[in-house]
């Protein structure tokens, strides 16, 4: 049953009984009794005689599993390995308007670094790493209206406050897919962070590491990304 359903799912038409027949090895009576159960239940349809395709029941079971995806249930088993790799805060962002917030965190006391931004806590776009994600996915005058709104306010000598240093930095964020807070929103801490996406490829959350600046290392970027890449894959991203 499952090696009929994949050779049905590898053809965007119909396949004849035949052709299922020699690509899963099944004698033809065999694969003809199995498609009259799956017919029976929707799980595949006859357009015509001696022809199958999936049926709507997939598509429906298929929408219940995507309904119940929940990007924080996919991200905390990964977001744990990562912080046993770094020993730093692994953060868990969304978008809301022109702030991220934190929706979940893993962090220990060894880290050695405070944890002033708990789950729940909001950061203005310009100054986070995550934030800057979203940004450089928006168009210029997005962006525009943005820095516009805010006023590209700063907490440290580093944030970045004026439109044209931000659109630099956004070109360097969609060139290279990932992202850097470099003491922006906070003296002594970096960050850098990697996307989330949906099974549409929608950009619906950052994954980012914390550390103090003196500590953060490159190395960890791969591993970063990597990570965003399997929760993106929990939830139907087929990058």
């Excluded at 670094?113 to 995550?130: C, E």
């Excluded at 960050?191 to 490829?201: E, F, K, L, S």
Aim: aromatic share 4%.
């Amino acid at each position: 049953m499952f090696s009929l359903l994949d050779v049905l799912a590898a053809h965007r038409d119909p396949v004849s009984l035949k052709e299922i027949s020699e690509q899963t090895g099944l004698h033809p009576s065999t694969a003809h009794r199995i498609l009259n159960d799956l017919a029976a239940g929707r799980y595949v349809d006859r357009p015509e005689a001696g022809s199958y395709r999936l049926g709507m029941r997939l598509l429906e079971l298929g929408n219940l599993v995507k309904a119940r995806l929940d990007v924080r249930d996919a991200a905390l088993a990964p977001m744990r390995e990562l912080h046993k790799l770094t020993h730093q805060p692994v953060n868990l962002s969304v978008r809301q308007g022109d702030e991220i917030v934190y929706i979940e965190r893993t962090y220990s006391e060894r880290s050695g670094m405070q944890v002033v931004r708990a789950v729940g806590g909001r950061a203005p776009l310009h100054l986070t790493s995550v934030g800057k994600l979203f940004l450089a996915h928006d168009d210029a005058q997005r962006v525009r209206a943005y820095a516009a709104r805010t006023g590209l306010a700063g907490h440290t000598r580093n944030s970045i406050t004026d439109l044209p240093t931000l659109e630099r930095e956004l070109a360097r964020v969609k060139q290279q897919g990932t992202a850097r807070d470099n003491e922006e929103l906070e003296l002594g801490v970096r960050c850098m962070a990697a996307g989330i996406r949906d099974d549409q490829g929608k950009l619906v959350a950052g994954l980012s590491i914390s550390a103090p600046a003196d500590r953060l290392e490159e190395s960890w970027m791969e591993r970063l990304t990597a990570t965003a890449a399997q929760i993106s894959a929990a939830l139907g991203h087929r990058g």
